[in-house]
């Protein structure tokens, strides 16, 4: 659903509803480009992708649905990523200067 680019043929009123389609081809084409400055910029264009799916798609749709299954999964992920770099900017601050090596250059201050 959400790897291309909505079909106007199939859907003619997306483009009266969606002011700025988005999808994951699209996306994927602002990655290789290097259009994006920053994650956030690429978590915007997501979030629009979902919000456009939430404002198009019936409450019992299909759409809706796997727009919520992806939305889900991409908070998730998200999530653990964040995590995982906070776990180890702590890491690398409570090792001190240096990042943790010893006398002799070794990771734990092996002589």
């Given amino acids: ?11 003619p009123d997306y483009r009266v509803r969606i002011a700025r389609p988005m999808d994951l081809r699209t996306m994927q084409g602002k ?8 994650f956030g910029e690429f978590e915007a264009d997501f979030r629009l992708m979902i919000n456009n799916c939430y404002r198009f798609n019936p409450r019992q749709s299909f759409g ?11 908070t998730s992920v998200v999530g653990r990523a964040s995590a995982a770099a906070a776990a180890a900017a702590a890491a690398a601050a409570a090792a001190g200067p240096g990042g943790g090596a010893g006398r002799s250059g070794e990771v734990g ?3």
Avoid: M, N, T
């Fill in 1 to 11: 659903i959400f790897l291309e680019p909505v079909d106007p043929q199939a859907y």
């Fill in 31 to 38: 990655v290789d480009a290097r259009g994006y400055a920053s």
């Fill in 64 to 74: 809706r649905a796997a727009g919520a299954a992806l939305d889900s999964y991409f």
């Fill in 109 to 111: 201050g092996a002589a």
